[in-house]
């Protein structure tokens, strides 16, 4: 969940190092590992911003993490939107506005579009698989 208090005081030499505000790409990599959650990837330091990126595009385009169901005018996600919804900007409206910001361009992503601009958009969330990741 969204830190509640500053981690460091200010006198701490480690706060220069602290980032501002929350980066909720770090969801896409920092994980438990369970099925619901975006795959285990090896990040770079050089490349990591557009790995992140990546990540977040690859997860978005999966049903297990995100569906638009354009009839209903209702938007299903990965419960980490809903556990981590204050890093995604703490409202619905920013939490989809997140979500379509950071899709690839796919059918899904204008759906998205499309049922963002008819308005009243409902949002819930996906089933939570919590079996294990691992390829044993």
Wanted: net charge neutral.
């Amino acid at each position: 969940m969204a830190q509640l208090r500053r981690p460091f005081s200010k006198t701490d030499p480690r706060l220069q190092m602290a980032l501002p505000e929350v980066e909720p790409l770090i969801h896409f990599a920092l994980n438990c590992g369970a099925k619901g959650c975006p795959p285990i990837k090896t990040y770079t330091p050089q490349d990591i911003d557009s790995q992140l990126r990546t990540a977040a595009e690859a997860f978005l385009e999966n049903d297990d993490a995100c569906v638009v169901d354009s009839g209903k005018k209702e938007v299903r996600l990965s419960q980490i939107f809903k556990w981590y919804k204050a890093d995604f900007g703490g409202t619905d409206e920013k939490l989809l506005n997140w979500v379509l910001e950071h899709m690839a361009d796919s059918p899904k992503k204008s759906s998205l579009q499309d049922v963002l601009s008819a308005g009243k958009t409902k949002v819930s969330y996906l089933p939570y698989d919590w079996t294990s990741n691992s390829s044993h």
